[in-house]
């Protein structure tokens, strides 16, 4: 999680944490490691789901916007990046960094009248998770040899 904005951040990883015990999972088995910013993000996910005892990650952080374009360039990095964590793992890692023009927006979305993103995060990767397990045990069809007809 991003140390940007902490008290913001905070309440997204609680939303997600508390998303986590609802679905019978244990406080005790989350992990939370503070990142310095949102843009560290993609490499502290990558050695987590490299490691065997992770099923999937979730990261939360908040980026403003500002007098320039920098916020664009970072969330679309981060974003990449975890994407292509999660095709290479094959394990989820949820994108819930919220990119907001103010702090009213991001307090709203961290728990006010627009939700709570952290939890929405682990929603996704709590489904993800499932969906990749489930693909993981769905039986190969079998294929006639290459040449020849299905109807030979």
């Given at each position: 999680m991003s140390r940007y904005?902490?008290s913001?951040?905070d309440r997204?990883?609680?939303?997600a944490?508390?998303v986590?015990v609802?679905?019978?999972g244990e406080?005790?088995?989350?992990?939370?490691?503070?990142?310095?910013?949102?843009?560290?993000?993609?490499?502290i996910?990558?050695?987590?789901?490299?490691?065997?005892?992770?099923?999937?990650?979730v990261?939360v952080g908040?980026?403003?916007?500002?007098?320039?374009?920098h916020d664009?360039?970072i969330?679309?990095?981060?974003?990449h990046a975890l994407q292509e964590l999660?095709i290479?793992t094959?394990?989820?890692?949820?994108?819930g960094v919220?990119?907001?023009?103010?702090?009213?927006?991001?307090?709203a979305?961290?728990?006010?009248?627009?939700?709570n993103?952290?939890?929405?995060?682990?929603?996704?990767?709590?489904l993800a998770?499932s969906a990749?397990?489930?693909?993981?045990?769905?039986?190969?069809r079998?294929?006639p040899?290459i040449?020849?007809?299905q109807?030979?």
């Amino acid at each position: 999680m991003s140390r940007y904005h902490h008290s913001i951040v905070d309440r997204l990883a609680d939303g997600a944490a508390s998303v986590f015990v609802k679905a019978g999972g244990e406080d005790r088995d989350l992990l939370r490691i503070d990142a310095p910013g949102a843009f560290e993000l993609p490499v502290i996910a990558a050695t987590l789901l490299r490691r065997g005892d992770v099923d999937a990650v979730v990261t939360v952080g908040l980026v403003l916007t500002g007098e320039t374009t920098h916020d664009r360039y970072i969330c679309e990095s981060v974003a990449h990046a975890l994407q292509e964590l999660s095709i290479e793992t094959g394990k989820p890692a949820a994108f819930g960094v919220i990119t907001c023009q103010t702090l009213a927006q991001a307090e709203a979305r961290s728990g006010g009248a627009k939700g709570n993103k952290g939890e929405e995060a682990m929603t996704a990767a709590l489904l993800a998770v499932s969906a990749v397990r489930a693909a993981r045990e769905v039986p190969g069809r079998r294929r006639p040899p290459i040449g020849r007809s299905q109807e030979s």
